[in-house]
């Protein structure tokens, strides 16, 4: 058999794929919503791509009150790195969308593009896995957390404890799973 070249699909999803069947069962208004959530998604993918261009080139966006300005802007301003990966172990880590770390102060932002309610909740994860890679203790430094959405900044103010639990979760249950893969194996 002579098979076609789809060499240009290679690491590609297609929308109506075989392994996510459950489209199958769909009905048309249905397919409607799950593909208009799935452009929004890549379109999430593509601004936040555009976004971490920005902020490396240091290219600043017009003023005006738009989710993707201030973040960019804010990001430049702060001097952020941005897409940093935070690493505690194979099993716990997460790529921050801008992160800095200065003068005991440890600013971690978040652009959300959908419409979804969100929650600092993955942030206050963010600052667990940048204490626990970095070995600083929660209560020595100041955290300040944003979530950049539906044209606004939320910002807070992070209590220490909360991270310090996360990280304590963190630690307690990368140990769980490794002996859990460890008994697998055996």
């Known amino acids: 058999m002579r098979w076609n070249d789809h060499s240009n699909l290679t690491g590609q999803h297609a929308f109506l794929s075989p392994s996510k069947y459950h489209w199958t069962n769909y009905e048309p208004e249905k397919i409607d919503r799950a593909f208009i959530a799935f452009m929004a998604a890549r379109r999430g993918t593509a601004l936040h791509a555009f976004a971490q261009d920005a902020i490396r080139l240091g290219i600043k966006l017009p003023k005006t009150p ?3 300005n201030l973040y960019v802007n804010d990001a430049i301003g702060f001097r952020m790195d ?5 690493h505690y172990s194979d099993n716990a880590f997460g790529t921050c969308d801008s992160i800095a770390f200065r003068r005991g102060k440890l600013r971690i932002h978040d652009l959300k593009t959908g419409l979804v309610t969100t929650s600092e909740r993955q942030l206050e994860v963010y600052a667990a896995l940048f204490c626990l890679e970095y070995e600083v203790t929660p209560h020595s430094i100041e955290i300040e957390l944003r979530i950049y959405q539906n044209d606004e900044v939320k910002i807070f103010d992070t209590d220490p404890d909360v ?3 996360i990280m304590n979760k963190i630690v307690e249950f990368d140990k769980r799973i490794n002996s859990i893969r460890l008994e697998a194996m055996s």
Request: aromatic share 10%; no cysteine.
């Open 66 to 68: 738009k989710t993707l």
């Open 82 to 86: 941005t897409e940093v990966t935070l």
């Open 163 to 165: 991270i310090a639990y």
